[in-house]
């Protein structure tokens, strides 16, 4: 192999050896990407809390967690509840790179699959990822009115294109 070569991206369900990699993925990407939505304080009780950790071991124990392989560890990882993408995360050094499409696409195959609309969920003021979304088809159902922060609701069809 030559210096600097890549392998191709690959994805597979998460096994549970695998929980120890997916949170501290999580953790890190929390802490580089959040704090500028969401605030120092909420992104440190996420991560401080064992929150975040939390999610990803229930999640993990209920099934439908992907992780994408990139060079044999572990650079992405999603969470699939549903007709639900409920969480879709890259390591922020891996970012730019393509990986968010190429999950974000197993994604949306293997719920389409299953259900006629999908969905996703993001914070109003996470630009970059609704500018991804955006750009992936995806189509902004509006502001949903839960608990916690602010969340928009995106939506997909078999019938969008890709």
């Given amino acids: 192999m030559t210096t600097g070569q890549q392998h191709q991206p690959s994805i597979r369900p998460a096994a549970p ?6 949170q501290a993925l999580a953790r890190r990407t929390i802490d580089a990407c959040y704090r500028g939505f969401l605030g120092d304080e909420a992104v440190d009780w996420f991560i ?14 209920q099934g439908g967690v992907h992780c ?3 060079d044999g560890r572990i650079a992405g990882l999603s969470v699939l509840d549903g007709p639900t993408v409920d969480l879709m995360m ?5 970012h730019r790179r393509g990986l968010g499409r190429v999950l ?3 994604a949306e195959e293997t719920l389409l699959a ?28 509006g502001l949903l009115e839960d608990e916690g922060p602010a969340k928009l609701v995106y939506t997909r069809s078999a019938a969008a294109p890709s």
């Fill in 17 to 22: 050896e695998d929980l120890g990699d997916l």
């Fill in 104 to 106: 974000l696409r197993h």
């Fill in 114 to 141: 299953r259900y006629p609309v999908i969905r996703l969920e993001t914070f109003p003021d996470n630009v970059r990822a609704r500018a991804f979304y955006e750009a992936c088809g995806w189509v902004s159902g």
């Fill in 48 to 61: 401080n809390s064992g929150a975040s950790d939390a999610h990803v071991e229930s999640h993990l124990g």
């Fill in 68 to 70: 994408l392989l990139l």
């Fill in 90 to 94: 890259i390591d922020p050094d891996e």
